[in-house]
Every structure is written in structure tokens, then in C-alpha cells.
């Protein structure tokens, strides 16, 4: 009996598994996709009765065209390989394909999804083109067709818009770092608007359009961008980021650049307008000029000096009138009043004279110095002066002279008829 330990055993079946199952296509559903900080991406591949586990190391790993996600369906290119101290053995992925679609057109619809959900093709989002472009920057191959172009319709359209180069690998692996560092050295320069394209090709040929580096170089981007690349049919993920998606290189200078003999025209229009509207405006300033020298001859300064020279002779006439009027009208109100006054002034004089004497008999009354004669005294109560037929008896008054001041009280009250 042929006895064997279990390393023994582990190690022929490593050696059994991995020389027959060297290269193996295997389709089935992912599960459990974990993306690791190595690099490496572990998942497990099942149907609808197994499972097995699986590893797709960095360096196969980086060349990949789309994302493993969860179930996905996938066929896998596999060896197998056996993890002899635990007996265990698992799928040692070397590349993988979207089962029923290839596998760029998925790697475009994955990263189009996510940009779409990350708001990178938002409306709010674009720029607007300039009206006229002075400064333009182009990312492109300088060995293509697509510049040489670019540069003979711009020469066509706008001989006055300055073009700045930026040369850029448009196909291969290079390509998305090469058009994303073009992008931002032409950001850094203020021009007017920038063109990032390509000529037509396969969907290989244009996949450097599709890289996510390229994609957020242009989100990012400060100047308008303008996408075109390929041919109108052909649409690439920086066409949905860009502010302005053409359908060919040439057809973007088209649409950006305004053109000459567009420009032409339009200034003989406004020329043609212009002369028509200063024709215009100089005929009415000539019938103005001719209607003011009418009124000035009418209003000029002799005929303004006659009239106020009528005026001021009417009004002297009329000034005259009235005062010879205003005389006479006085001198008729004037005779009865001569007549009149002398004998109101005597009337009125005879009045003031009687009112004179009325006064200076009053006054002497009031005299302090009559009013000191022998038996004569002021009576007055609370500081008034009183008649003394008020006084009741019982009641205290004052009598004062301009001497003496005396208190009394009044014994008896005899009536005196």
C-alpha cells in the first residue's frame, strides 16, 4: 500500500491541476469583487450550481478596459493554481471580456454612467463660446490630418484668430496622459476657447477620449472646450463633458470661428445703413437749419428791439392816460374836502380841548397835594382804596394821608340823607 502525507498528496495535486489546466476560458457571474491597495482585484466566479474563487493580479489587472462589479457576467482567461498548505485551489485570472459585449463598449458605458451621476455633463455646467475668438488653443497630434484641417479652415474663416499648438498622443496607452497634459497646459494660457481632437479611426483608435484622466481634465477645465474627435457618427466621453461637441475637427473651427465673409458683408450692410441713416439725419439737421434761420429772421434782434420799443410807447400812452385820469379824479374829490375840513378840524379841535380839561380836572383831583388839605384823608381796606358809605360796622379799613397811616374799626354807621 502506497502510503503519502498530506504535503505529498497537496503537492501532486498542484502539479496535476496546474500542468493539465494551464489556459482555460471560463464564463460565469462575479460575486464578491473586492478591489485591494495592492492592486489586485479578488472575486468569486459562479453559476447557478458552483462557485470558485479567483485573484486577477496588478499587472493584468491595469489592463483592463472595464470594471468588475457585482454581477457582472464575465468570461474569464484562467490558469489554475493550488494553495498547497491549505489544499486550495482558485482561478489565477489573466484577462477577462464582458460575456455578449465587448469589452470597451462596456468600459464607455460604465464611465459614461458615473460621470453622468457625478453631474459632469450637467447643462449648468457648460461654458459659453466667445462670440469672436482671438486666441485659440489646439490639442492634437501635430503629424495628423485633423490639424492641418483645423488650420486650413481657420485660415479660410478668421485669418485674425491667433493658434496655439499643443501637441498630444491621440492613440495608445499614451494618449489619455498625453491629451489631459495638453489640456492643461492650453488652460493656463487664457485663450479664447481650446480644441481637443482627433481624425476618424476604429474604436481603439479614439479610446484615449474615453480615459476618466481626460474626462475630469476637461470638467475641471477654465477656458471653453470644444470635443471632436472622429467623425459625426462617433461619439467618445469627452464629447458629453465638453462645452461644444463637433462632429469633425474641421467642422469645430466652423462652429466657433465666425466667418470673414459673413463679417464682410455684414460691415457693407451697417455701412450701407450707416450712410442711409446719416443722409437721413443730415436732411432733417439742413430743413432744422432752414426752419431756425426762418425764425430767426422773425425773432431776430432788431425786430425784437421794435417790438418791445411799440410796447414800451403803448405802455407810456396808457401810463399817461391813467395819471391824468387818476389827477383829475383827485382833484374833483379834492374841492369838497377843502371845503369840508376847516370846520371838522374845528369841530374835532372843540372836542380834544373839552376832553383836555376833562382830563386835567381829573388829574387835580388825584393831585396828593389837594388831598393834604386839613380834614381830608384816603380810606382804603386790604390795600384798595374804598368809598366809605361800603364800610359796615365791626369792620377794620386804613385811613392814610401822605403822612400818617391809621387802622380803625368802624363803632357805628350813621346814614346821612
Not at 118 to 134: L, N, R, V
Not at 193 to 208: F, N, P, Q, T, Y
Not at 258 to 286: F, V
Not at 303 to 310: A, E, Q, V
Request: hydrophobic share 40%; charged share 25%.
Amino acid at each position: 500500500m502506497n502510503v503519502l502525507s498530506v504535503d505529498a498528496l497537496n503537492e501532486q495535486i498542484k502539479n496535476l491541476l496546474e500542468t493539465t489546466f494551464i489556459r482555460n476560458f471560463v464564463e460565469g457571474e462575479l460575486s464578491r469583487v473586492t478591489y485591494h491597495n495592492s492592486g489586485h482585484i479578488y472575486f468569486t466566479l459562479k453559476d447557478a450550481s458552483s462557485s470558485i474563487s479567483c485573484v486577477m493580479f496588478k499587472g493584468n489587472a491595469s489592463r483592463l478596459k472595464f470594471r468588475l462589479e457585482e454581477g457582472l457576467k464575465v468570461i474569464l482567461e484562467a490558469a489554475i493554481t493550488v494553495y498547497k498548505p491549505r489544499g486550495q485551489y482558485q482561478l489565477n485570472v489573466l484577462s477577462a471580456e464582458p460575456s455578449g459585449k465587448g469589452a470597451l463598449a462596456l468600459a464607455f458605458e460604465q464611465l459614461k454612467s458615473k460621470l453622468q451621476d457625478q453631474g459632469y455633463f450637467s447643462a449648468e455646467h457648460k461654458k459659453q463660446m466667445p462670440k469672436y475668438i482671438t486666441s485659440l488653443g489646439l490639442v492634437t497630434s501635430e503629424t495628423g490630418a485633423a490639424l492641418q484641417d483645423m488650420l486650413r479652415v481657420a485660415e479660410s474663416r478668421w485669418p485674425l484668430v491667433k493658434i496655439s499648438l499643443y501637441d498630444a498622443v491621440v492613440q495608445g496607452e499614451s494618449a489619455p496622459k498625453s491629451i489631459a497634459r495638453g489640456i492643461k497646459a492650453a488652460d493656463k494660457n487664457n485663450h479664447d476657447a481650446i480644441v481637443v481632437g482627433r481624425g476618424g479611426g476604429s474604436m481603439e483608435d479614439l479610446w484615449g477620449f474615453n480615459e476618466e484622466i481626460v474626462a475630469n481634465v476637461m470638467y475641471h477645465c477654465k477656458t471653453p472646450i470644444v470635443s471632436a474627435v472622429g467623425h459625426e457618427i462617433d461619439w467618445v466621453i469627452s464629447d458629453y463633458v465638453a462645452d461644444l461637441r463637433a462632429p469633425t475637427p474641421s467642422a469645430a473651427i466652423e462652429m466657433i470661428l465666425p466667418d470673414k465673409n459673413e463679417i464682410l458683408m455684414s460691415i457693407d450692410s451697417l455701412m450701407q445703413q450707416l450712410t442711409r441713416t446719416q443722409g437721413q439725419r443730415l436732411q432733417r439737421a439742413s430743413e432744422q437749419v432752414k426752419h431756425l434761420k426762418q425764425s430767426y429772421a422773425q425773432n431776430s434782434i432788431d425786430n425784437r428791439l421794435k417790438m418791445k420799443k411799440d410796447e414800451v410807447q403803448q405802455l407810456i400812452s396808457m401810463f399817461n392816460q391813467r395819471m391824468i385820469y387818476t389827477l383829475q379824479s383827485a382833484q374833483r374829490e379834492l374841492l369838497p374836502l377843502l371845503e369840508v375840513l376847516p370846520r371838522q378840524m374845528r369841530t374835532v379841535l372843540q372836542a380834544k380841548s373839552q376832553s383836555v380839561k376833562q382830563l386835567q380836572n381829573a388829574l387835580d383831583a388825584q393831585n396828593p397835594k389837594l388831598k393834604n388839605k386839613k380834614g381830608f384823608a384816603q380810606v382804603s381796606q386790604d390795600g384798595k382804596l374804598i368809598d366809605i358809605d361800603i364800610l359796615n360796622t365791626d369792620e377794620v379799613f386804613e385811613v392814610m394821608t401822605d403822612k400818617v397811616k391809621l387802622r380803625a374799626k368802624v363803632q357805628e354807621k350813621f346814614i346821612l340823607s
